[in-house]
């Protein structure tokens, strides 16, 4: 069984950074992407960054230059720094780990969640 743990939200002020990780636990060979998504109420699920195995990573426009996403894979651990909130970050952010490979099989894993509020 693979599950996935996030911790590191928060209430934070504008202006203000927050470091987001998410631990990857259980009988894993290899995991092939970790990402970040938020979901604000009403809306879709949307990715926040994304980092493979290899180090390549994407960021959603909204958030290039502000947020750094990085991974340490001994560790099946990555992380989501975030500087420079901004109130429209405000969201729950969730972790996800694609291409789980374990001994059973192919797996896709979703944390629960962690709140981000950004707000004076």
């Known amino acids: 069984q693979v599950q996935l743990v996030e911790s590191g939200g928060g209430l934070v002020q504008p202006g203000g950074s927050l470091r987001l990780s998410c631990v990857v636990s259980?009988?894993?060979?290899?995991?092939?992407?970790m990402n970040w998504y938020h979901q604000a109420p009403g809306k879709e699920r949307e990715l926040v960054a994304g980092?493979?195995?290899?180090?390549?990573?994407t960021y959603a426009d909204s958030v290039k230059g502000r947020f750094t996403i990085s991974r340490d894979n001994a560790k099946n651990t990555v992380y989501l720094q975030m500087n420079s909130l901004k109130p429209e970050d405000t969201s729950v952010y969730y972790c996800?780990?694609?291409?789980?490979?374990?001994?059973?099989?192919?797996?896709?894993?979703w944390g629960q969640g962690t709140l981000v509020t950004v707000s004076s």
């Open positions: 259980g009988s894993i060979i290899v995991i092939n992407a």
């Open positions: 980092i493979t195995h290899s180090g390549s990573t």
């Open positions: 996800n780990a694609a291409g789980v490979i374990t001994a059973t099989g192919l797996l896709e894993v």
